[in-house]
């Protein structure tokens, strides 16, 4: 493992690496021990007690945290006609067809998310092999594929995340930035553990949070304890 740098080390030294914080406790340790020069993101990082390999134990979806993540988004849009006009009026940064599609192809990706009618998909699809390692496939799980074109940007522009379990059972979602005040983080956590909560596979036994932490973009993680919120 790379060798930590003095200020996370003077970071670490401020948590109990056993113990379980209240999330606002855990919130005033984050604040104390992010130390960077920019104004770090702040991650919560889930592991669940799921097979992602079954079907029936995938978790995949997204929400709209109650105060954004202090990023906005830039939206690509891809439609037809007068859903074209409707990504545009909502706010989408780049709206078009088989002209963004061109454009991707040569190497272009000056987006974070990419929102796409289903009569759209046909075309998109064949993005696969580029869009795919990046993350950025839309996904009808994710309501990225939809004809509700205003309602998927305006959501995306007011702070939606996705999440999604890996294939060692994690999921890791941010929920703001550590220039955010308390309460706002908190909420955001409290917003996200809860749709965690009700995602629960039915096919999921035993412990389903078996750890849950918060960190900063260069902090270390804090173990945050949710048993309130099962």
């Excluded at 995949?60 to 006609?81: D, E, I, M, N, S």
């Excluded at 909502?90 to 709206?95: L, R």
């Excluded at 941010?174 to 909560?197: C, H, M, R, Y």
């Amino acid at each position: 493992m790379a060798k930590r740098g003095k200020r996370y080390q003077e970071a670490v030294k401020l948590i109990d690496r056993s113990k379980s914080y209240e999330i606002t406790e855990a919130v005033a340790l984050l604040k104390e021990t992010a130390k960077a020069k920019f104004d770090e993101t702040v991650e919560v990082a889930f592991r669940l007690g799921v097979d992602p390999k079954k079907a029936d134990q995938q978790i995949r979806g997204a929400f709209v945290l109650p105060h954004g993540t202090g990023k906005t988004q830039r939206v690509l849009v891809f439609a037809k006609g007068d859903k074209l006009k409707e990504a545009e009026a909502a706010g989408a940064d780049y709206v078009g067809d088989q002209d963004l599609i061109n454009k991707i192809n040569q190497g272009w990706f000056e987006f974070d998310v990419i929102v796409a009618t289903p009569d759209m998909m046909a075309e998109v699809g064949k993005l696969g092999r580029v869009l795919g390692p990046k993350g950025l496939m839309p996904n009808p799980k994710t309501g990225t594929v939809t004809f509700e074109v205003e309602k998927a940007v305006k959501e995306i522009k007011a702070g939606k995340v996705e999440y999604r379990v890996d294939k060692q059972s994690n999921i890791h979602v941010p929920i703001g930035k550590i220039s955010f005040d308390n309460q706002k983080l908190e909420e955001n956590f409290a917003a996200l553990v809860e749709t965690i909560v009700k995602v629960k596979p039915q096919a999921s036994k035993g412990v389903y949070m078996k750890n849950v932490a918060i960190t900063s973009t260069m902090g270390p993680g804090i173990r945050v304890d949710v048993s309130n919120y099962r």
